[in-house]
């Protein structure tokens, strides 16, 4: 992921205008200062789920503050996935000769501190090693370098690894509904369906690349572990998660993968100002579950205009929302928070993007998601959409508990897919083919356009069809 992909959403944003928002956090019963511990939360966590629940972070064993990941990884997070050390350029620095030392080290680190390791990744475009892209033919790459590289990471790991971002970032930015699966893969223009990343050249004319990634991955990964495409921008109803959607088709129809081995992970690599709606992500990752898929959010930050305590409430609100969305989903049991401290992340110290501040020191956010897995464990139903503000949302605390601090005003954020915020829909309004016309939190319309009826999917998402 690149920086100025987050800072294009940034720029995109409408006008914005100012709310506030309602957290868990404000009600007497939940903890908002003092050292996190989620373990014990997290382990319920999974006992309500069914399933384990996966929780986690990046580590890279050559990072600074190595005494506040120890802890922070034994205590807060219990998964992990390495940010660098199990890319291409790092595993495979000669063509045929692997070299999964750091990776390795990254899945001892998880092991040590009670953790589950996730893999990330096998193909890329970038970081890649410097034979790469070379002089390659398309029928060398697809039948001998992608086969052998997938073996041999993959099988060199092991099979306790939860999941494998088989591919990564293949889908285009410029696509648009109704496109095929090959032509949103050729839509990013970039190595191996061209000869290097921005020539006019064409190499793989087909999706047989990813077919060869995700054959060889299923013969090699564990039994249990879960082969996933894995992308940027995506989760509402729009044009490129669509596209994902088409690629995942492609592959259980023509690689022969079935759904049950098969997974999205959602980046979400976002911002105060532009992020995807929780009846949105909700409805997606409903798509998923009706096909056996599995959904993952791989990569959350979310980086903010300045780190003043407003634009902190609403960051705590967003990632509330998405962590919501992904424990009240069947089929969602990875939640990966990309870096685990402003002063380790990707996007700067500015961007303040992380659960803890450069100190170490966990933010509002990081305490609200600790009330959202506890309410989950406890067996509530799932809050409203905090991040679109108190006009749409009041959180509510555990019964008989009172609101210890004021909501504070902030900057209301640009949702991609987001619902209406009336309380109530319009008089007569009706909902078209395909749209959402229900579930928990939805305040649009309820009644279809004839003839299409209402049917329930999941107790967060009703569409009409």
Partial sequence: MFKSFVVLSVLAAPALCQTAVSLLVDFDGYQKSGTLNLRSTLQSVSTR???PFMFGSTYDTYESNQSFSS??????????VAENGC??????PSRGTPDLGECQAVQSFASKNGASFRGHNTFWHSQTPSWLPGGISASDLVNNVIPQHVQQTIQGMGSSVTSWDVVNEIVGDGVSNGMSALQCVQNKKVWPTQTSDGSSTTLVTDLSFVHAAF????KYAGSNTRLAINDYNTGGNDAKTACVLAVLADINANAGIPYNRLAVGFQSHISA????????????FAKLAQLGATAMITELDISLPSASSGYERLQAAIWGDYLDACLYASNCNEFINW????????????AAGTLFDSSGNPKIAAY???ARLQRFAAGEPMLCATAQGTGSCMAS??????????TSTTTKPSSTSAPPTSSSPASGATQAHYGQCGGIGWTGPTVCASPYTCQVSNPYYSQCL
């Fill in 397 to 406: 605390g555990p019964s008989g508990s009172t609101s210890s601090s004021p």
């Fill in 368 to 370: 609200e998601v600790q």
């Fill in 49 to 51: 789920k069914g399933q």
């Fill in 215 to 218: 054959t060889t991955a299923l």
């Fill in 339 to 350: 870096d685990p401290r402003d002063d380790m992340s990707w996007l700067g110290t500015s």
């Fill in 71 to 80: 802890s922070v990884f034994s205590t807060f997070f219990n998964h992990v």
């Fill in 87 to 92: 890319k291409w350029d790092a595993t495979e």
């Fill in 273 to 284: 100002t532009g992020f995807t709606s929780k009846s949105a992500l909700s409805a997606t």
